[in-house]
């Protein structure tokens, strides 16, 4: 046989160089960038701000004199349509202040822009002649710039109102990141939406009222130390609450002295508000009302209230523009990958089980021939576990077998113990063979070569079969098209978490995904724990190589190649000794996914051809284009979601208890299906979210980066020491 060429190797060492300078200057460059955005985004808006307001212990010390033990009723004092504080001495209070002349109104909108109803408020108030100030949202102005653009272009006035329109019970107090991002972002989207900035400012939630709270206190002190100019209202439409426009009305004409009219074009269904406007015009016309907005000489400012950005300005309001994007963006793509990862994951579930319930409750055909089966054990260095091993096998209820150890020069008492074995117990059907070429393929080359039967069953020197299990298997060779089946593995040593998860692990995939595959005739893994093969098949394959680190992936893969198929025997048990520790577990799963990695790529050229079988038409294009890339991205979407928790923890504890609860049901089917008895794991499978999913990840990137770096890696076998316990009745 040829040399083989260990797949991913690169001789010359250039790939990982190579990828990794070009990667190194990419992510130098996304972290100057990321970093120059935030900084935009953060970097704070300031006007001309109150001498006693300009540093934060300064704004902190304003809070805590003005705010009460009650958060939700803090008074304030004064009469007028601005608001500031009042700061004499070590006296702080929060005040209403500037009257308008008699007979003067000015209109405004709150939590705007929106596409049907501030358009249609513009179009009467061009109608009318009238001018008034909208106070925007910066969320919707990111998403309606157009309307913001004709607000200004018609001679409004505009005034933030906050980025997100905070609530009332967001904690602000808690969170002065939020409350920096929903003065300052706000005003940035409109600078760089419109070109233009404003020194208006109305606070949320509050309307006519002489209390607020907490959060209306917190951003009041904020906004005024930016050097803003807090508009409030002395009339209250109710348009918010009112659905007939004749109460609209009512409440919104009072013709006293200069008043400040609040009313909305966005936040909900405003129809009211549009119907009522044009008469509301109207009475206050009738009674000699002039309509106004509010200038610097009113609001103690010389500086204009809305005025042209400079360049400076400019760049940073679009740079704070996109950082909003790529956070919008983000946070649409976790909601939409949540979805679909949900909705993948429970259809390919539901797939998983039609394909397996199609066929588990139809009495399979059993062959009834008992072809001599030669049990191939493999050893190297296992002298703690291969004599429960081998006793496991003898121990068989098939009538007709032989068990072969194959030695790959072992340096402890493996040998020894078979020999032992076969001359103390007089087991005629125990063979010992030595292979001087070192490595698993060429032991199991060696067993194949020298077996007798028509069927080789492989199992690895740590695992234990029941008396049953070589029947099971043999069973399963009911066609003659049937290549190789892949055994039910348990982990016989559960003692930690680690081990319990992996138990888990194997009941799910082996009861789920492996019964679905075998249905369609085309498992990807006949496991070296626990798999026979014909022996036909096998030779005419070619045996076993050493291109890849799982060469029992790789075999199953090319005998399929050959026209035949492979299945799994639910029935036919056998138990394992699974790695007991994290360094030990990485060690075995980087080689099992390393090794997996290097199968796909090898066999790529079959992809999509029918001729080829279900495994390569369906199975492994589905591994490779749908199932890995979402484990790539898996880790990025956590750490995505781990900072959304901090912003909208709902959507992130929602989707989460979605995914646990489809994750559970199928967890529990798979355990039904297994007749499992170690129920009480499914107790311990939350947890597994935490701590066993993150190792994966590990484990996945150490093989993405190995792949790169081109190297030859060893088998790296573990140690055994003999820990599997057989559950009984079985």
Same mark, same amino acid.
């Given at each position: 046989?040829?040399?083989?060429? =260990?797949?991913?190797?690169?001789?010359?060492?250039?790939?990982?160089?190579?990828?990794?300078?070009?990667?190194?200057?990419?992510?130098?460059?996304?972290?100057?960038?990321?970093?120059?955005?935030?900084?935009?985004?953060?970097?704070?808006?300031?006007?001309?701000?109150?001498?006693?307001?300009?540093?934060?212990?300064?704004?902190?010390?304003?809070?805590?004199?003005?705010?009460?033990?009650?958060?939700?009723?803090?008074?304030?004092?004064?009469?007028?349509?601005?608001?500031?504080?009042?700061?004499?001495?070590?006296?702080?209070?929060?005040?209403?202040?500037?009257?308008?002349?008699?007979?003067?109104?000015?209109?405004?909108?709150?939590?705007?822009?929106?596409?049907?109803?501030?358009?249609?408020?513009? #179009?009467?108030?061009?109608?009318?002649?009238?001018?008034?100030? =909208?106070?925007?949202?910066?969320?919707?102005?990111?998403?309606?710039?157009?309307?913001?653009?004709?607000?200004?272009?018609?001679?409004?006035?505009?005034?933030?109102?906050?980025?997100?329109?905070?609530?009332?019970?967001?904690?602000?107090?808690?969170?002065?990141?939020?409350?920096?991002?929903?003065?300052?972002?706000?005003?940035?989207?409109?600078?760089?939406?419109?070109?233009?900035?404003?020194?208006?400012?109305?606070?949320?939630?509050?309307?006519?009222?002489?209390?607020?709270?907490?959060?209306?206190?917190?951003?009041?002190?904020?906004?005024?130390?930016?050097?803003?100019?807090?508009?409030?209202?002395?009339?209250?439409?109710?348009?918010?609450?009112?659905?007939?426009?004749?109460?609209?009305?009512?409440?919104?004409?009072?013709?006293?002295?200069?008043?400040?009219?609040?009313?909305?074009?966005?936040?909900?269904?405003?129809?009211?508000?549009?119907?009522?406007?044009?008469?509301?015009?109207?009475?206050?016309? #009738?009674?000699?009302?002039?309509?106004?907005?509010?200038?610097?000489?009113?609001?103690?400012?010389?500086?204009?209230?809305?005025?042209?950005?400079?360049?400076?300005?400019?760049?940073?309001?679009?740079?704070?523009?996109?950082?909003?994007?790529?956070?919008?963006?983000?946070?649409?793509?976790?909601?939409?990958?949540?979805? =679909?990862?949900?909705?993948?994951?429970?259809?390919?579930?539901?797939?998983?089980?039609?394909?397996?319930?199609?066929?588990? =409750?139809?009495?399979?055909?059993?062959?009834?021939?008992?072809?001599?089966?030669?049990?191939?054990?493999?050893?190297?260095?296992?002298?703690?576990?291969?004599?429960?091993?081998?006793?496991?096998?003898?121990?068989?209820?098939?009538?007709?077998?032989?068990?072969?150890?194959?030695?790959?020069?072992?340096?402890?008492?493996?040998?020894?113990?078979?020999?032992?074995?076969r001359r103390r117990l007089k087991i005629k059907n125990l063979r010992l063979f030595k292979e001087k070429i070192q490595g698993k393929y060429a032991a199991l080359n060696k067993g194949i070569k020298v077996a007798k039967g028509r069927i080789v069953l492989i199992i690895d020197a740590d695992t234990q079969v029941l008396p049953n299990t070589i029947q099971k298997m043999v069973a399963a060779?009911?066609?003659?098209?049937?290549?190789?089946?892949?055994?039910?593995?348990?982990?016989?040593?559960?003692?930690?978490?680690?081990?319990?998860?992996?138990?888990?692990?194997?009941?799910?995939?082996?009861?789920? #995904?492996?019964? *679905?595959?075998?249905?369609?005739?085309?498992?990807?893994?006949?496991?070296?724990?626990?798999?026979?093969?014909?022996?036909?098949?096998?030779?005419?394959?070619?045996?076993?190589?050493?291109?890849?680190?799982?060469?029992?992936?790789?075999?199953?893969?090319?005998?399929?190649?050959?026209?035949?198929?492979?299945?799994f025997a639910p029935d036919a048990v056998a138990y394992t000794e699974a790695p007991d520790n994290i360094r030990n577990f990485v060690r075995q799963r980087f080689r099992w996914t390393f090794g997996t990695l290097q199968v796909l790529y090898k066999h790529r050229e079959s992809y999509f051809k029918k001729d080829k079988g279900m495994l390569f038409l369906l199975i492994l294009p589905f591994?490779?284009?749908?199932?890995?890339?979402?484990?790539?991205?898996?880790?990025?979407?956590?750490?995505? *979601?781990?900072?959304?928790?901090?912003?909208?923890?709902?959507?992130?504890?929602?989707?989460?208890?979605?995914?646990?609860?489809?994750?559970?049901?199928?967890?529990?089917?798979?355990?039904?299906?297994?007749?499992?008895?170690?129920?009480?794991?499914?107790?311990?499978?939350?947890?597994?979210?935490?701590?066993?999913?993150?190792?994966?990840?590990?484990?996945?990137?150490?093989?993405?980066?190995?792949?790169?770096?081109?190297?030859?890696?060893?088998?790296?076998?573990?140690?055994?020491?003999?820990?599997?316990?057989?559950?009984?009745?079985?």
């Amino acid at each position: 046989m040829p040399k083989q060429i =260990f797949v991913f190797h690169d001789k010359h060492k250039r790939r990982f160089a190579r990828i990794t300078t070009k990667l190194s200057i990419v992510i130098c460059l996304i972290n100057i960038l990321g970093l120059f955005l935030l900084f935009c985004l953060y970097k704070a808006v300031q006007f001309d701000s109150p001498d006693q307001l300009n540093t934060k212990v300064e704004i902190e010390k304003a809070i805590n004199k003005i705010s009460t033990n009650n958060k939700d009723i803090i008074e304030v004092g004064g009469e007028g349509i601005l608001v500031g504080i009042n700061i004499d001495s070590d006296y702080y209070e929060i005040e209403r202040f500037a009257s308008l002349n008699n007979k003067e109104i000015i209109l405004t909108f709150d939590d705007g822009p929106q596409p049907v109803y501030t358009e249609k408020i513009l #179009d009467i108030l061009k109608k009318e002649n009238v001018k008034a100030i =909208f106070f925007v949202v910066g969320e919707n102005v990111l998403k309606y710039p157009d309307i913001v653009r004709r607000i200004i272009k018609e001679g409004h006035q505009i005034g933030v109102h906050t980025f997100t329109h905070t609530k009332e019970d967001e904690g602000l107090n808690q969170n002065k990141l939020q409350t920096m991002l929903e003065i300052d972002a706000a005003q940035k989207i409109i600078e760089a939406e419109t070109g233009y900035k404003t020194r208006l400012f109305r606070i949320p939630y509050w309307g006519v009222e002489n209390t607020i709270s907490l959060n209306s206190l917190i951003l009041s002190v904020n906004a005024l130390s930016r050097g803003y100019t807090i508009v409030s209202s002395t009339i209250d439409s109710n348009d918010w609450r009112y659905s007939d426009p004749d109460l609209v009305i009512k409440s919104a004409f009072n013709p006293l002295e200069g008043q400040v009219i609040l009313m909305h074009d966005g936040g909900g269904d405003r129809t009211s508000t549009i119907k009522a406007l044009p008469y509301i015009i109207s009475l206050y016309k #009738d009674n000699f009302y002039n309509f106004r907005l509010i200038d610097g000489e009113l609001a103690g400012n010389l500086q204009e209230l809305l005025k042209p950005i400079s360049l400076k300005e400019k760049i940073i309001s679009k740079a704070a523009k996109v950082s909003l994007l790529i956070f919008a963006y983000i946070n649409k793509f976790l909601r939409i990958f949540f979805i =679909f990862g949900i909705g993948i994951f429970a259809v390919n579930g539901v797939i998983y089980l039609s394909l397996i319930l199609s066929k588990t =409750f139809k009495r399979n055909k059993l062959s009834k021939l008992k072809p001599f089966v030669s049990v191939i054990i493999p050893a190297y260095n296992e002298e703690y576990s291969i004599a429960k091993t081998v006793n496991s096998v003898i121990n068989s209820k098939y009538p007709r077998f032989e068990a072969i150890v194959i030695d790959n020069n072992s340096k402890d008492a493996t040998g020894r113990i078979i020999l032992n074995m076969r001359r103390r117990l007089k087991i005629k059907n125990l063979r010992l063979f030595k292979e001087k070429i070192q490595g698993k393929y060429a032991a199991l080359n060696k067993g194949i070569k020298v077996a007798k039967g028509r069927i080789v069953l492989i199992i690895d020197a740590d695992t234990q079969v029941l008396p049953n299990t070589i029947q099971k298997m043999v069973a399963a060779f009911s066609d003659k098209k049937i290549g190789a089946v892949g055994g039910n593995i348990k982990v016989g040593n559960i003692k930690n978490l680690i081990s319990a998860f992996q138990a888990i692990e194997y009941i799910v995939g082996l009861n789920l #995904d492996r019964r *679905a595959y075998s249905n369609l005739g085309a498992i990807p893994v006949v496991p070296g724990a626990l798999g026979a093969w014909r022996k036909t098949a096998a030779t005419k394959a070619g045996g076993f190589l050493n291109d890849t680190l799982t060469e029992d992936a790789e075999m199953t893969v090319r005998i399929q190649k050959l026209g035949y198929k492979t299945v799994f025997a639910p029935d036919a048990v056998a138990y394992t000794e699974a790695p007991d520790n994290i360094r030990n577990f990485v060690r075995q799963r980087f080689r099992w996914t390393f090794g997996t990695l290097q199968v796909l790529y090898k066999h790529r050229e079959s992809y999509f051809k029918k001729d080829k079988g279900m495994l390569f038409l369906l199975i492994l294009p589905f591994l490779i284009f749908l199932q890995l890339p979402f484990m790539l991205l898996a880790p990025f979407v956590d750490i995505i *979601a781990i900072a959304t928790l901090f912003i909208n923890y709902k959507l992130v504890v929602t989707f989460f208890l979605y995914f646990l609860a489809i994750h559970m049901l199928f967890n529990i089917i798979a355990f039904i299906l297994a007749k499992e008895k170690r129920i009480w794991l499914l107790l311990i499978i939350p947890l597994s979210r935490f701590y066993y999913q993150p190792v994966w990840y590990f484990i996945l990137y150490k093989s993405i980066v190995a792949i790169l770096k081109g190297e030859i890696y060893p088998w790296n076998k573990l140690n055994h020491v003999g820990s599997v316990i057989v559950e009984s009745n079985n």
